[in-house]
Structures are given as C-alpha cells and as structure tokens.
C-alpha cells in the first residue's frame, strides 16, 4: 500500500473518522482537566511553606 | 471485473413508463397517495420526465419529448463522497449501493446528487389493495447490510441499485451450475422490461459488448458531463 | 472544612448577586410557559418520530428545511460570547468585561440548540453513534461534527473557568440561599480560594485558550459552510460562502447580545455595572458588520449575475424575484437598510432604537440562512429543467423551532438567577493592565486573610 492509497483510504473508509472525533474531544478534554487542576493548584507550594513555618 | 453501464436511445424510447412501473415491482417501492405525490414525495427510482418544448424562434416545438433516468451510478459519485458513515458506497464494479441499516438518515446525499436519484423515506412504506402480498421477496442481506428490495424502514434513503439482487442471482446460479459468470448473464428489470427495447445493459470494460459498441456512437452524450461525475448511463440522442 | 476564599473588591457586588436571592413569581410563571412551550415542541418531535419525517413540509429534492436553517442559525449565534470574550479578550478591549458572561452564556446556552437540531433533521435518530462507529472523514458532516463538538466542550470549559472565581463568592457570600444550591456553589467551585497565584494562572490559561477560541470561531461556522460548499449545487458551490457564513454568524451573535444586555439591565437593574457606553462600543462594531454583510452579498451576487450560469441563474432568479421575493427582499431590509440607518441616526445613546435593530438583524439572519439554504434546492443543477421544488413548513417544524428558542431563553433565565451574569472578580476596581504582573496581583487582591 502506498502513501497516498493509505491518506485516501484514511478519508474515504467508515470508521477512522470516528477515531479522529473521539481523539480530538479526548485529548481536548484531557488538556482541560489538566489546565483546570493546574489553575487550582496555583499558590498551593507557597501556601504550604507558610503553615509549615507557622 | 465487470464495470456495469447501461445505454438509453432516446430515439426508441417512446414514454410508456414500463421501466418505471418494471422498476416499482422489482424492487418494492412504496406507493404514495396523490397528495404526498403533489408535494414530491413520490418514488420513482427510474423516473420519466416530460422535457420542456424547445423554441426556434416564434415556433415552439410541436413534438413532446421525454427523459428517463435512471441512477447514473457514477464514476465519481457525489453521494458517496458525502455519506458520513458509508451508508453508500461503490462497489469493485462500479455500482453505487446503499445500506439501509447503516443509512442515518441526514439526507446528505440526496442534496448532493445532481439528479435527484435519490428517495427519502418519509413515513414508514405503505401498500393498498394487499399489494403488500405481492413484494418481491429478493433482498441483498448480511451482517449489518441489508440492500436491493428489501422493504426499507422509514427515516432512510433508498435509489436505483440497477437491480443488485439480480447480479447477486445471476452469479450464485453460474456458480450452482459449475461455471464463470458472464456479464450478459444480467439485466435490470427496466431493461428486460423496456417497450421500444430502448435500453441496453452490459459491460463498459468489455470492447465488444452492445453498451461499449453503442457508447461509441456519435449520438452519445451523458447527463451533466460537466459536473465531473463521469455517469455511466449514456443517452443516445434522438435523431 | 468549609474552603473560604479572598474576593477582589468590586462596589457592585451587592447589586449584580440581588437576582440571585430571591426568585420572583413573574419568573416561576416565565419558566413554566417556556416548559411548556418546550412541552409542546417534545409532542410534535414525538409525533415526527412515530409518524416519520413526512409530517414536516420536506419533500423532493426540498430535503433540507427549517431545521438546517436553526442549526445554522443557533451555530451563528453561538459565536456572539467567543467573538466578544475572546477576541476582544486578544484585542485588549477593556469594554468588554463586563458583558462577557451574558455574551458567553448566549454561546452556552445556544450550542446545544444547534446540536439538537441535526438529531430532530435526522431520519434515523437512533443511529447516530454510526457517525463514531463507522465515521467516514470525507464527508463534511464528520468535519462538522468533530469541530461542532470540540467547540461546544472547549466554550463550556472556557465559561465554566470565568465563572469559577464568581462561584466561590456566591459560595462565599450566599449563606441564606436554600441547602442543595449552596451545595451546588461548593461543588461547582471546586474549592477555589481565590489566592494571586490562582488568579494569575486563571488569566493565563483565559487567554491561552481565547486564541483557541478564536480559531475554533473561524473554524466552526466555515466547516458549518462547507457542508453546503462542496455539493455542487449552485448557489451553494463558492468558495465566498464561508467567510460569509462566518461573518453573518459574528454579526447575529453580536446582535443578540446588545438584546440579552438590555433585558437584563432592565431585569436586573444593572444599569451601573453595565453602562450605556456598552452599547455605544456594540453599536460600532454592529456598523462594521451590517457594512461587511452588504460587501459579501454584493460579491456574491454580483458574481453570479456577471457569470451568468444558466443553473446559478436559475436559482439567482428564484432569489430575486421568483418564489423567494418576499423573503429575500425582506432579509436585505432587515438585516441592511433598516439597522444601518437606526445604528447611524438613532442608535447612539438609546437602548431601545439598538434593541430594535438588533431583533431586526436577527430576524433577517435567520431569513438569510433559510435563503441561503432552501432556493438552491428549489432548483437543483439537472432537475431545475424537470422537477421544481416548493417548501411550506408545517406546523410541527414550527414547533420545534418555537420549543428550541423556548429552551435557549429557559436556560438563559435560570442560569441568571442561579450565576451573577456580570462578572464581579473581571469587573473588579482599580482598572488597569489585563494581566498585571502578579507583584501587583498581589497588591490589589491582598494576602489571604
């Protein structure tokens, strides 16, 4: 199988396409836990040195 | 592998509707009443269209002339390119199919088609009089497939098949008979059916089959040949 | 332990979280008639599920009707919240702050709407996950649902993270609130404490993802197009339907928020946090777009009539002056003429006349998606010579679209009175840098207390 019949095959056959949706929300949704956790984290390091020298 | 095409003289058509009506009991289409028939609902896979008089000046035409279509079963079909599951799809000869059990029912794809081949299940297939004891029993079937005659479910398209369930035939009894199947073995129903014997089926690969000979003919034109969907029904054009 | 986090200042505070207090008779009665509304809506989907899709006015080759015409619309309006908090986010527009949430929240609540509306087109709802399960990347139906889905969870994730410091203040500040919808603030709030780092980081991934947004804008409403654009149909088939798509969706959306700003400045009596310069900003930017409507239609047209295709004609003359008249005529006077002269003689300093215009504009948007749309399949390229199309929507289709406007307002309403609908930690005093330094951060929020 070449390239190009393996890029044609990856458009024109059912199924991979509902591969790439799931993969776009997943890793998407994925990105956004991480960021949220992120976010919340912000400050937490700090916080603790602080109680730790309390 | 066979590329199947079929040819219709324009000049030996003479309107009867026979492939039409040929078309329905072969492959159970249901019939609508005149009021969903006034909106379009109606479905006629292979249908026949009176053409609009031509003017020449001051004179329109006083000939009627008509226009029957079938599927073009295209080379480079706009349906398939926009079915998002594979609902319909080609086939290694050609054929444009359609799975009724994966069909969704976006109705893509008849938006797409530049003929308008393609039908849509409005309500759930309906038929008067007991007719319904009379369908065709023959349908292409097989793990989530179900294609040919088989009596559709609402909500899904449907459209000429060139009477997939014929070939399907034809090869299983060559093959029950112990022998290869040769294209000439089959023809849809509109063709076996056509009054003026206006209609030809065959093989476009095979240089010497009654569809390649009469494709050469300086008569021959195809349907919206600029829309790059290469058809492979071929009109002869009358006179 | 109960997390308690530090509040930036902001002297409306009081004002904007009063809706969320009590809520008013008029707004259980308001509800119930929008659910009923909805109720009504389900009835004739149900209908239009047991019956089949006959029961709508589609027909052959009319395939495609009203319900492509909201999921084109909803989309469109969708874009209102990301184009104002995102890309005036990027542009540094100061002005926008505090219509952000009332314009994402438009995005929010339509989105579904739009989504909702390709399962009601569908014949065979039921099979929709054959779209994953057998998903063909070729088809632009799979380009629009990969893209339409990542845009409603990145605008649902992109909201949800502006709100944040806002829901622990209702956690915060709303004692006397019943115990399930205190309980609501604290889970949702996700224990946020509101300290400078969390704010800094909060501002950084808002913008990181409004660039995002951004794209995903551009992207959203082209791909929307392109289900259109890659037929050949005439009328449908140009590259400019895109662009145009794209800037009618921006346009309609800006128009609905000036709409949801005035009803909830009325509402809500937010005339302080949300000042009439609002709508002098919104009312240039709405110039810019009615302008930029009449250059792509004029390109289009244009286009069109020069080249002179004989089945592009066809549907140019359905537009003009053929079966369309009244529509088309009447969207080129609603969403041009009439808003364009209310915007430059009456619109500045007056909320009604802006009001107006903006019902207008989305009148004839929805107008213009519904003549984008339906005229081309009145005459298809083979078949505008053989069969001519006409399309009458029935009442179930009417229905639906009712119930699917009912269910955005619904959403709309109730998230008011359970979410400030103006952000208060945005809005806060001492304006200032977008993102200062977290040195001044610090200053202006204070140590945690």
Known sequence: MTIGELIGAFFTTPGPGGVVVILVLGLAGAIYVLLTRWILQGGQAEEGTMRRLR | ?239 | MKARSVHPDNKHEAIILTPLQDITTIDRWLWALLLGLIGLGGYAYVRQLTLGMGVTGMNRPVYWGVYITNFVFFIGLAHSGTFISAILRLAGAEWRKPLTRAAEAITLFSLPFGVASIVVDMGRPERLLNVISHGRFQSPLLWDFTAVSLYLCSSVVFFYLSLLPDIALCRDRLTDVPAWQHRMYEILALGWQGRPEQFHRLERVLDGMAIFLAMLVVTVHTVVSWVFGMTIQPGWHTALIGPFFLLGAIFSGTAAVVIALAILRRVYHLEESLPLGLFNSLRKLLIVFTLGWLYMMVSEFLTIFYGNIPEEMEVFWQKFTGDFTWLFWAMTILVFVVPLLIFIFRGKDSIGWMVTASVLINVGMWLERFVVIVPTETRPRLLYELVQGTYRPTWVEAVITVSMFAGMFLLYAVFTRFFPIVPVWETAEEPGAEVPPVTRRRRRFGVRR
């Open chain 2, 1 to 239: 592998m066979p590329r199947w095409s079929m040819v219709i003289d324009l000049d030996k058509c003479v309107a009867c509707q026979g492939c039409s009506i040929a078309c329905r009991m072969e492959n159970n289409t249901p019939i609508v009443s005149p009021s969903e028939a006034a909106l379009g609902r109606s479905m006629l896979w292979n249908d026949v269209f009176p053409l609009r008089a031509e003017e020449e000046g001051a004179i329109a035409s006083a000939k009627a002339r008509f226009l029957t279509r079938p599927c073009m079963h295209c080379e480079d079909p706009p349906c398939v390119k926009v079915c998002p599951v594979g609902a319909t799809y080609q086939d290694d000869e050609g054929l444009v199919r359609q799975n009724y059990t994966r069909c969704i029912g976006c109705r893509f794809c008849t938006v797409a088609c530049p003929y308008g081949v393609r039908y849509f299940n409005w309500y759930e297939p309906a038929w008067e009089d007991g007719l319904d004891q009379h369908l065709n029993p023959d349908r292409v079937e097989g793990r989530g497939v179900l294609e040919g005659p088989a009596v559709r479910p609402k909500g899904v398209v449907e459209k000429c098949t060139f009477c997939i369930h014929r070939l399907h035939k034809a090869r299983a009894r060559a093959e029950a008979e112990g022998r290869d199947f040769r294209p000439d073995e089959y023809v849809p129903a509109c063709v076996q059916t056509c009054t003026g014997k206006a209609r030809f089926f065959g093989d476009l690969d095979d240089a010497n089959s009654t569809v390649s000979l009469l494709a050469q003919s300086r008569r021959a034109f195809r349907l919206l040949n600029e829309a790059g969907t290469h058809p492979k029904v071929i009109y002869l054009h009358e006179g």
